[in-house]
């Protein structure tokens, strides 16, 4: 039978390239974001190169109670084998200076989202069904320059960690996925980085594609519950016990400074 998967942030990123693999390994899937026009690109480009998988799409805002509530109302009334929760987004920089509108909205999309679109779906969940939340290497790695952001991630993957126990018996697999930089448009969207220091960072990023791979390679092997993609990313992430965290608290505050 044609396996279902759920993703939310489908229209861009890492999101897409999930879209674009799991098309391709035959699920069906259920893309959600609020760009619609880019939504339906991938319908279409998958109808083409897939004809004998069904894909759909939802406009949700996840931002929005009802965007958050027509996702939780499709997990209740149809089933899916997977559930990948990756809309995110950040912002940049000193905090008294951030909208807070925004940064409260950083809480609704990142974590409160992500609650209840997990217990939405679990509620029919079965065992060989998985979950994969999008957290963060800054789960490791603190990153002072986005103060709401890295506290949502840290979130997300505590949070993974705790479903991932409680949900193995029954046989349902629960990831957090905890990218480094990712080359997506994730970073321009948030901030106002100039182009040397943009250059910069691509030339240290991972592909969306990378990062999906090692990802669903660690779902289909039960890996879990933190997944980090890439050996340098797994190395920072072993590197930071061997100071204390205050050292890496004033060191990437000084880098952020650096790149704001
Ligand atoms: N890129 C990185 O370096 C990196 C590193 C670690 C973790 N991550 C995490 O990976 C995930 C994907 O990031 P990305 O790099 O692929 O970013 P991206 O290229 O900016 O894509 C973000 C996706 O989330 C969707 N989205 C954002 N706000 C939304 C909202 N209010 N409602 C519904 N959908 C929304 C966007 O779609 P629409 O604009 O169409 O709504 C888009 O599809 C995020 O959770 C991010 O925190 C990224």
């Known amino acids: 039978m ?5 993703i939310t942030g489908a229209s861009e990123g890492i999101g897409r390239a999930f879209s674009h693999k799991l098309a391709a390994k035959g699920y069906s899937t259920t893309l959600v974001a609020r760009n619609e026009s880019r939504l339906q690109e991938l319908i279409s480009e998958f109808a083409i190169k897939y004809p004998n ?5 939802l406009v949700a805002d996840l931002a929005r109670e009802e965007g958050i509530t027509n996702c939780e109302e499709r997990l ?16 940049f920089g000193l905090y008294e200076q951030a909208d807070i509108r925004n940064e409260i909205n950083i809480l609704t999309v990142n974590c ?9 779906y679990l509620q029919s969940a079965k065992a060989g069904d998985g979950i994969i939340n999008l957290s963060s290497l800054t789960y490791y790695l603190p990153t002072p320059i986005q103060p709401t952001y890295v506290a949502s991630k840290n979130f997300i993957a505590s949070f993974s960690e705790s479903l991932w126990f409680q949900q193995r018996e029954k046989g349902i697999y629960v990831q957090a996925l905890c990218p480094g930089v990712t080359k997506t448009e994730f970073i321009s969207r948030s901030s106002t980085l100039d182009g040397g220091k943009k ?22 092997k ?34 952020g400074q650096f790149a704001l």
């Open 199 to 220: 250059k910069f960072l691509d030339s240290i990023s991972q592909s969306a594609d990378q990062v999906v791979d090692i990802s669903l390679n660690a779902l289909e």
């Open 53 to 57: 998988s069904t894909h759909d799409y």
């Open 2 to 6: 044609t396996k279902r998967v759920f």
């Open 76 to 91: 209740g009334n149809e089933h899916y084998d997977l559930l990948i929760n990756n809309a995110g987004f950040s912002t």
């Open 222 to 255: 039960r890996k879990g519950p933190i997944v980090i993609p890439g050996i340098s990313n797994i190395l920072l992430a072993a590197l930071i016990n061997l100071a204390p965290r205050k050292v890496w608290v004033y060191l990437m505050g000084k880098v």
């Open 112 to 120: 409160q989202a992500v609650m209840r679109l997990c217990h939405a």
